[in-house]
């Protein structure tokens, strides 16, 4: 799996492009201009590091100031979007065509300074611009070696159905030609109903489930880069980074000693930065966030926040706002005037400026625990652990799946040891993914015999698939990901794909605590606690003005048919809901009395109790470093149902307790920089 990032392109970075237009053409073409060398998402030519066709059914906006296109920015009362439904290579441009069609002139138009083009972040795997085949293109399948940054491990999953393809087939009955439909018409796609059930080992699904996370920056700063001693290096000068950008531009490259200045690093794709930004975002949105406790005390997260008082000594006590600190992972760099750009893996949350004092960090996985990087010790303890927070927000980020089989243990053709396709050894191989997913349905729950365990239902705007396999010349165009083969095969590797060596144990329930109305509940037999999103999709009328392309027997070579149109395009977040289920071992009259009142129960800031804490840790047999944690809170809450059950076995009694909820954050210690 992967996380989905957009791609910023300004006009001359190094190259530029120009838009074409053709009388009675729908659409409107976009072809990219070789103007210099290499850039951050372009090769030595003007072709973007994507795989092709993976860009069909993106979004695509113009930004900038004072250009040529500035007719068609998304500003003021100017909101175009525009759908790309073609996207090809030559040998020396990608071209794309986009809809609606706009500059309706037969005259073309050329970038200028001031242009920029966003190709929106949902439903685009992150670019892997330094894979080192993009150097040239290369126009056949047999030869080519394209890929997407999907690196990440999907986690210890126990059973997983893919959002695969739905067609609707409309059945048309015509009067006078009998019983039979007369015509059978395809029509909309539909990508949903992807389920996955695992034992949970870190917290990244949580975070796609919730959708914010922020890092504990001063603890990290702490740690530092080497010998306790972080990098730093400020942000250029007037920079702003928004919610949803894709890049940080930093003042230069160099990061040195946060004291002295010296022993500068030079940050390289596959490092991570921490922006450090104080700023305080609220993790509850039905109300105003509490930040000061009964005496007036500073109450939010990070506990180790420099402006937090003394009385926050504990993630169990209540808090309503955090820190907006992020860590990103480096994907490409760019050259600027003055500094360099940093593109990252997976959009920023929350705005940073450099006016406000916002500053980067370097750190660098590394196969043991030095750089900064997370490191799991022969005790199972984590040495430079990283403390995250993950809430709720107004949206949640989009992710992608790539799915790739075979009929035998090797690797894509012919960049890998695959064997060629149509030989006595052809592998067959078959590669997918699946963009713009997100989780509809998320559960967490557990037993007192077995291990902490995660279900989502997640859907999917589109499939990509690799069609090399169907070109003149064949070959796997696009080269799959093979957990522990080609990802994951070193100590640093699996670092870097989040199962570090000796992190894979899931979390489990004889690890765990849960505390309710001010006490622990000690008699727990089992929990669930399970969310909703509200995320649906929605078609859009779309034309479809590029004539599909097939082979001989009639079969689409697109890698996404029809330029997409027949996908949903639109999947949004709606109304969140939380419930939760608890079996209890009765042993006295607080659930029944906390029923009959029905009352909102609801945590005091810088207070325990009130509050439901469920708490799950790792076994480990030392204490060199920390002990891997999970901490579930769930805050503003009604019991909805406690029935006493009359046992007809003279047995114990077990209440079903039932409960709806208002918020749920996590707190995680474990091995990942970003989920």
């Known amino acids: 799996m992967g996380h989905e990032t957009g791609i910023y392109i300004e006009h001359g970075e190094p190259k530029t492009w120009s838009t074409s237009w053709s009388a009675g053409d729908d659409y409107t073409t976009i072809t990219f201009v070789d103007a210099g060398g290499e850039g951050a998402h372009f090769n030595i030519d003007a072709i973007l590091k994507v795989p092709t066709g993976m860009l069909v059914g993106c979004k695509l906006t113009f930004h900038g100031s004072g250009g040529d296109h500035a007719p068609y920015y998304y500003e003021k009362g100017n909101s175009r979007v525009f759908t790309i ?36 972040s949902t439903g685009l795997p992150t670019p892997n611009p330094t894979y080192a085949d993009w150097t040239v293109h290369i126009n056949n399948a047999a030869t080519a070696a394209e890929t997407s940054l999907i690196d990440q491990f999907i986690g210890l999953a126990s059973f997983m159905t893919l959002p695969d393809t739905k067609v609707e087939v409309h059945q048309h009955h015509v009067v006078g030609l009998g019983r039979q439909p007369t015509i059978l018409q395809p029509g909309r796609l539909h990508h949903t109903g992807g389920t996955l059930e695992m034992p949970l080992h870190s917290p990244r699904w949580l975070y796609y489930a919730l959708g914010r996370e922020v890092v504990d920056a001063p603890t990290m700063i702490a740690a530092g880069y080497s010998g306790g001693v972080a990098k730093t290096s400020d942000l250029l000068a007037g920079s702003i980074v928004q919610p949803g950008q894709t890049y940080v531009d930093m003042a230069n490259a160099s990061f040195t000693d946060v004291v002295t200045g010296a022993n500068s690093v030079t940050v390289a794709v596959g490092d991570y930065v921490l922006i450090s930004d104080n700023s305080r975002v609220p993790t509850v949105y039905h109300e105003h966030a509490d930040e000061t406790n009964a005496a007036g005390n500073n109450i939010w997260w990070p506990i180790s926040s420099t402006t937090n008082h003394a009385d926050f000594d504990s993630e169990a006590k209540h808090f309503e706002s955090t820190e907006t600190h992020e860590i990103r992972r480096v994907i490409a760099k760019e050259a600027l005037p003055s500094g360099i750009r940093l593109f990252i893996d997976d959009p920023f949350h929350f705005a940073h400026a450099q006016s406000e004092g916002d500053v980067g960090y370097l750190f660098r996985f590394d196969a043991a625990a030095l750089t900064g990087s997370p490191n ?6 984590i040495t430079n652990p990283v403390r995250r927070l993950l809430f709720s927000g107004d949206t949640i980020p989009s992710f992608c799946l790539e799915h790739s089989i075979r009929n035998r243990d090797v690797g894509s053709y012919s960049q890998e040891s695959g064997p060629a396709p149509g030989g006595t050894t052809d592998s067959k191989q078959l590669t997918r993914v699946f963009r713009g997913c997100k989780i509809a349905e998320w559960e967490i729950s557990s037993t007192v015999d077995a291990e902490l365990k995660f279900r989502a239902v997640f859907d999917a705007l589109s499939c990509y698939t690799d069609m090399g396999r169907l070109e003149t010349t064949a070959g796997d165009r696009y080269t799959a990901h093979r957990m522990f083969q080609n990802v994951g095969d070193t100590d640093k590797s699996r670092k870097e794909a989040g199962i570090a060596n000796g992190s894979e144990k899931p979390y489990m329930f004889y690890n765990g605590t849960l505390e309710m109305f001010g006490q622990s509940l000690g008699n727990i037999a089992a929990f669930e606690l399970r969310g909703k999103t509200g995320v649906e999709m929605f078609h859009t009328i779309q034309g479809n003005p590029i004539p599909d392309t097939v082979d001989a027997n009639g079969r689409s070579t697109k890698p996404v048919p029809y330029g997409g149109t027949r996908n949903a395009s639109i999947i949004r977040e709606g109304r969140e809901e939380f419930e939760m289920d608890i079996d209890v071992i009765i042993g006295d009259h607080l659930l029944w009395n906390e029923l009959r009142t029905h009352r909102n129960v609801q945590g005091t800031t810088g207070a325990t109790g009130s509050i439901i804490n469920l708490h799950f840790t790792k076994p480990t047999n030392g204490t060199t470093g920390s002990t891997p944690e999970l901490r579930i809170l769930v805050d503003d809450y009604v019991i909805k149902e406690a029935p006493i059950p009359v046992p007809d076995d003279k047995g114990l009694l077990v209440s079903k307790v039932k409960l709806v909820m208002k918020n749920v954050k996590v707190i995680s210690l474990d091995t990942l920089f970003h989920c």
Not at 91 to 113: F, N
Not at 376 to 381: E, G, H, L, Q
């Open 85 to 120: 439904v073609d996207h090809t290579i030559t040998a020396t441009a990608t071209i794309l065509k986009v809809t609606p069609a706009y500059h309706m002139d037969t005259s073309a138009i050329a970038s200028t300074a001031g242009d920029a083009i966003l190709i929106h």
């Open 376 to 381: 799991v010790n022969a005790d199972r303890t």
